[in-house]
């Protein structure tokens, strides 16, 4: 049990476009969903926390309107990163929590960013 | 000072040793404590959670000290494939935030 997907694993793109990666709970509904970034050789830095049906709340020197996130369902939520630009290349991984054990966070297999 | 801390590595240790890392953290407040595991270009995958009596999962045991505010990872007879990075995590329900460490690399060597 506690399954977290993610989808697309790859991304690359040009410099300008923007990127919607999708992060799903499989087998249970996850009250809380969480995005990370990770820059090689450093440790995942959380980037937002997001809840179904409420705005994301974000962490400070993440840019809300540059990574909007979406929690449309307790099984989906998804980050868009807008006019990507190559210093946004980062290994991004959601994480979520479920209604049975909201302490412990399960882990999407990640995506990787490349802008060109 | 960082809100968890970790001594970077790397640990190159010979199969069959026992290895142990450390992890403090700076807010009292914190709850629930977590130790996870991290290959090279993959996601953290939860190894154990970590209570206050200690506990042990094989060949692996966590142990936390909330007065002195550290945790600890001991792994014995270490094999090849614990080669990773392995991740402190804290929780704090106050702010409903989980910190990580910048990790503890780990190396098993033949």
């Known amino acids: 049990g506690a399954v977290v997907s993610q989808h697309p694993s790859w991304v690359i793109c040009k410099s300008g476009t923007s990127v919607k990666i999708e992060c799903r709970s499989l087998?249970?509904?996850?009250?809380?969903m969480f995005w990370y970034r990770q820059f090689p050789k450093q440790s995942l830095m959380l980037m937002a926390t997001?809840?179904?049906?409420?705005?994301?709340?974000?962490e400070q020197g993440v840019e809300k309107d540059k990574f909007l996130i979406n929690h449309a369902s307790l099984t989906l939520s998804t980050l868009t990163v807008t006019s990507a630009h190559p210093e946004d290349s980062s290994f991004y991984i959601c994480?979520?929590?479920?209604?049975?054990?909201?302490?412990?966070?399960?882990f999407g297999p990640g995506t990787r960013l490349l802008v060109l | 000072r960082k809100e968890v801390e970790q001594d970077p590595g790397p640990f190159n240790v010979p199969e069959g040793a026992t290895v142990a890392f450390n992890c403090t953290y700076s807010?009292?407040?914190?709850?629930?404590f977590f130790w996870y595991r991290q290959d090279c270009r993959k996601e953290p995958k939860l190894l154990m959670s970590?209570?206050?009596s200690g506990n042990e999962d094989g060949r692996f045991t966590a142990q936390l000290n909330r007065a002195s505010q550290y945790i600890s990872l001991l792994i014995r007879d270490s094999k090849l494939s614990d080669s990773a990075t392995y991740l402190c995590?804290?929780?704090?329900?106050?702010?409903?935030?989980?910190?990580f460490g910048t990790g503890t690399r780990l190396k098993v060597l033949a």
């Open positions: 995590v804290v929780f704090t329900s106050g702010t409903y935030k989980y910190i």
């Open positions: 997001s809840n179904e049906g409420s705005k994301a709340t974000y």
């Open positions: 087998d249970f509904q996850a009250t809380t």
């Open positions: 807010n009292s407040a914190s709850q629930s």
């Open positions: 994480s979520a929590t479920g209604t049975s054990d909201q302490e412990t966070q399960y």
């Open positions: 970590v209570y206050s």
